[in-house]
């Protein structure tokens, strides 16, 4: 038997990806693919990834790369590649091997995307592929004394051409490949290409499936765990102290080109390990990906809530009002006391919220319906709406603030608050307080 879906399992998964869904319906990205990726035999599996976000209404711009696809007719050919500058020096003969690469692999990845094979993500779908002289290519020239010869560099890229193809709903792919204004042909890096175009059509992500896993959080230990999410100012420190000319297997490669386009305007770039099966969905659709998001500053934001965080923040709290956990509150409840909810969203997402209703007669405050996400439970998120509530009560002029419960009170105890009897609680509190829920009261003081 085939197919087993277990409802308990696929709902909760579904239902914690629909923001996302969401959220990137209509935007646009530029996913950059290296040759090696197709060498290692993931493309079918990649591509079918792809058609699933553009099936999900993602605009999606293709550049593949074919370094070991070029090495390879070169080898074919009794010749030995040429590097300087962590650059390919383009000979006539390298050209020549270039564009066989690009033609062969072109047909490789079109073929990918035409089939429809029952069983697979490719089943029914029609997914048309676009691709055009959409660069414009100046050469590198000499450097240092080294002649780069047929290597280019980008000049323009034809950004309104690009735009209308994704917008009829095609697939844009672009090979490294630029031509000048005379129709001389320049071999291109992927990376470049990727880069401009993300900048050129001011893409909502680039994003780099390749070679190296992200960056780690520690750069002095390749080994260790990778940094989820990286600020900009962070990036270019790295990159400072990083060979200026590193190899593609280097993170410093692919960062220098994620820094380039974060300072130019596209908000999120993304270095994501091909070795990973499905990576680019992991890295796309859950909250806290797979390789690295290099960012101008941090996405998660911790802030007063608005009338349009409403549906937000009864999405979060439902799970916890049905398991008995919170209070159930009314959408008109929590859309008349927006404005006493701090929230803690995260790429346009909110994963907490705490409401802060002051009793200021009695000089203290309730925090109510403290939440935080399971998928991000344990990372310092509670704190950090504790601490927000607090200063909001401290700058009302209120000596203390107390939270009822019935499930969480080690948390509150390690965190200053002591429990009293419910009769200590304002008056006007105490009027509403539930006898039958029993809930402890937990107060914690300012002096």
């Given amino acids: 038997m085939t197919g087993l879906v277990f409802p308990h399992t696929f709902v909760p998964w579904f239902r914690s990806v629909a923001p996302y869904i969401h959220a990137y319906r209509g935007e646009t990205f530029v996913v950059g693919m290296p040759g090696e990726l197709v060498a290692a035999g993931k493309l079918n599996a990649f591509v079918q990834d792809l058609a699933i976000m553009h099936a999900m209404g993602i605009k999606l711009v293709l550049v593949h790369g074919f370094r070991p696809q070029v090495n390879e007719q070169l ?89 209308r193809a994704i917008d009829i709903g095609a697939i844009v792919l672009l090979s490294p490949f630029g031509f000048s204004p005379t129709g001389e042909a320049f ?32 750069p002095n230990d390749p080994d260790s765990a990778i940094d989820t999410e990286l600020a900009l100012a962070d990036a270019e420190r790295m990159l400072a102290r990083a060979n200026p000319t590193p190899e593609p297997t280097d993170v410093a490669f692919y960062l220098r080109h994620c820094a380039e386009a974060c300072r130019a305007g596209v908000e999120r770039t993304h270095i994501i390990p091909f070795s990973v099966d499905g990576a680019l969905l992991q890295e796309v659709y859950t909250h806290d990906g797979i390789g690295t998001m290099v960012v101008d500053e941090k996405l998660e934001s911790l802030r007063e809530a608005s009338s349009d965080d409403v ?57 109510a319906a403290l939440t935080v996400s399971n998928e ?7 704190d950090r709406l504790l601490k927000r509530v607090e200063q909001r009560a401290k700058a009302m002029g209120l000596d203390s603030i107390f939270v009822l419960t019935t499930r969480t009170m080690h948390w509150f105890i390690k965190r200053g608050f002591q429990q009293v009897d419910p009769e200590w609680l304002p008056e006007e509190r105490k009027r509403k307080y539930n006898w039958d829920r029993r809930s402890q009261v937990l107060v914690k003081r300012f002096n």
């Fill in 75 to 163: 080898a074919a050919k009794g010749q030995t590649p040429r590097y300087s500058h962590g650059r390919r020096i383009t000979d006539a003969i390298a050209l020549d091997c270039a564009q066989e690469a690009a033609g062969q692999l072109r047909f490789e990845i079109e073929a990918a995307f035409s089939q429809g094979l029952p069983n697979t993500p490719m089943a029914n779908a029609t997914v048309r592929v676009v691709s055009g002289n959409f660069l414009t290519a100046r050469p590198v020239g000499i450097v240092d004394g080294v002649d780069f010869q047929h290597s280019g560099l980008v000049r323009k890229v034809d950004a309104a051409a690009i735009q």
């Fill in 376 to 382: 991000v439970q344990g990372q310092g998120d509670g």
């Fill in 187 to 218: 071999n291109l890096s992927m990376e470049d290409v990727a880069t401009h175009a993300a900048i050129a059509l001011q893409a909502d992500k680039l994003l780099f499936v390749c070679e190296v896993p992200g960056v780690p959080e520690d």
């Fill in 311 to 367: 549906a937000g923040i009864i999405k979060l709290i439902e799970p916890f009002e049905r398991d008995g956990t919170l209070v159930k509150r009314s959408r008109t409840e929590i859309e008349r006391d927006i404005e006493l909810y701090t929230v803690i969203e995260h790429d346009g997402v909110i994963f907490g919220c705490a409401a802060l209703y002051p009793y200021v007669e009695a000089r203290t405050a309730e925090m």
